[in-house]
């Protein structure tokens, strides 16, 4: 069970993953050497809920700077997950 833990960093919480919700569809921060089939796994091991679909994508770090000093925030992965019907996660 820990490695559940270990795939999923966080749910992200946004304005539009609030809307999904209602369509059974949770935004989480996954770990970018995560596939689906892990992710998917986690998911019904952490929340006990089903999983119809997994879609991921990886976000593109942005710049940024810090008075002189220019850098980049590191890229990270995105895994929208799609529950089965009567399905939901409990986020309160």
Same mark, same amino acid.
């Given at each position: 069970m820990n490695d559940a833990y270990?795939?999923?960093n966080s749910l992200?919480? +946004?304005?539009?993953g609030t809307i999904q919700a209602k369509e059974g569809k949770y935004f989480f921060s996954v770990r970018k050497a995560a596939n /689906?089939?892990?992710?998917?796994?986690?998911v019904e091991d952490i929340y006990k809920v089903k999983v119809s679909a997994v879609? +991921?994508?990886v976000m593109s770090g942005k710049r940024k700077r810090v008075r002189q000093q220019l850098g980049m925030t590191?890229?990270?992965? /995105?895994?929208?997950v799609t529950l089965k019907?009567?399905?939901k996660i409990d986020l309160a």
């Open positions: 270990n795939v999923i992200l919480r +946004t304005e539009r /689906k089939i892990q992710i998917k796994q986690a879609n +991921t994508s590191p890229d990270w992965k /995105k895994a929208i019907e009567g399905q």
